[in-house]
């Protein structure tokens, strides 16, 4: 079966393009020219990786995806001429998955659809399925994550390294595995996102985000997750 991607983006020839050349590499292609027709293909066709607009009439793609990830985790590349730090980190708060600036070259845009979704797969088949520490329980394939019986929702960044850090338990994972495993080899050096997450991370999972017990920084290292205590009421 061939592996289905979605292109939402108002301007017809860019999505036309991306669309030929996404089937000249085997893909299957999709197109919609605004966020409302690209939702309601999105729900019919069920994607496996959405290609999205930023500036787009009627519903932007900051919207889309925020549909997008209340339903579902699939992989989303935001194509867009919006290149400052600000929109890349609202896009990847939002779910997304990559960020490539207008203009692009196709090749270019091709292999970071590749790359994504061999990401993707990579956390899919690989590791235990369920991960328990104290009240922390990780179910890897349901992609669900439970603190004290309480279901946590994470963005898809935050869940990809909280998965990462789960699966090197105890060990350290530097900056640069963390950004290469989950933005791409392409943003080794950009710690800031890395540090950015980690900081959600923890107000989401450690009794007191300032003193964290849970993941821990090794400095100018990287991160290492440590064993859970038994109840966070010991």
Request: hydrophobic fraction near 40%.
């Amino acid at each position: 079966m061939q592996t289905k991607v979605l292109v939402i983006d108002d301007d017809e020839e860019i999505a036309h393009l991306v669309g030929r050349w996404l089937q000249r590499k085997g893909y299957e292609a999709i197109t919609a020219k605004d966020g409302p027709e690209g939702l309601r293909l999105f729900y019919k066709e069920r994607p496996d990786l959405v290609i999205l607009d930023v500036m787009m009439p009627e519903m932007d793609g900051w919207d889309v995806c925020r549909r997008v990830r209340e339903v579902s985790d699939v992989p989303v590349i935001m194509l867009t001429a919006k290149a400052e730090p600000t929109d890349k980190i609202t896009g990847f708060d939002l779910g997304a998955d990559d960020y490539v600036t207008k203009p692009f070259e196709f090749p270019e845009l091709l292999a970071r659809v590749g790359a994504t979704l061999r990401r993707v797969e990579g956390v899919r088949d690989r590791g235990p399925l369920v991960f328990e520490s104290g009240d922390l329980v990780v179910d890897f394939r349901n992609r669900e994550v439970f603190l004290a019986g309480r279901n946590v929702r994470l963005s898809p960044k935050e869940y990809s390294i909280l998965s990462m850090l789960l699966q090197n338990s105890g060990r350290v994972v530097t900056h640069e595995q963390i950004l290469s495993h989950v933005w791409g080899p392409e943003y080794v050096g950009a710690t800031g996102y890395v540090k950015l997450y980690i900081r959600y991370l923890r107000e989401k999972l450690e009794k007191d985000p300032s003193h964290p017990k849970l993941i821990v920084t090794e400095r100018g290292v990287g991160y290492r997750f440590a064993k859970a205590p038994a109840s966070w009421d010991t």
